[in-house]
Nanobody, 120 residues
Framework: QVQLVESGGGLVLPGGSLRLSCAAS????????MAWYRQAPGKQRELVAR???????DYADSVKGRFTISLDNAKNRVYLQMDTLRPEDTAVYYC??????????????WGQGTQVTVSS
């Protein structure tokens, strides 16, 4: 089994910054990609940012230029630096990972989520 544990959420003023962290642990052979999703009340879960092990990235248009995803392959961690936060960034943020548990099997895992609230 693989566990993803997020940290770093909280309450921040508009224009402020937060850094989310997600640690993957368990039966990990390799990780091909890690990502952050978010879900606001009454809305569908959406991709925020994704980073593959080869360094390629993908961002939602709404966060480009404000959020930065980074991956520490050695520690099986992914980070999301969020700057210039807006009230519309308020959501539960979820870590997601594509993890190979052996040479032959790969699965997709989710963390439990961390709340980010941007409000004055």
């Amino acid at each position: 089994q693989v566990q993803l544990v997020e940290s770093g959420g909280g309450l921040v003023l508009p224009g402020g910054s937060l850094r989310l962290s997600c640690a993957a642990s368990g039966s990990i052979f390799s990780i091909s990609a890690m990502a952050w999703y978010r879900q606001a009340p009454g809305k569908q879960r959406e991709l925020v940012a994704r980073m593959s092990s080869d360094g390629s990235t993908d961002y939602a248009d709404s966060v480009k230029g404000r959020f930065t995803i980074s991956l520490d392959n050695a520690k099986n961690r992914v980070y999301l630096q969020m700057d210039t936060l807006r009230p519309e960034d308020t959501a539960v943020y979820y870590c997601n990972a594509d993890v190979a548990t052996s040479r032959y099997y790969s699965y997709n895992y989710w963390g439990q989520g961390t709340q980010v609230t941007v409000s004055s």
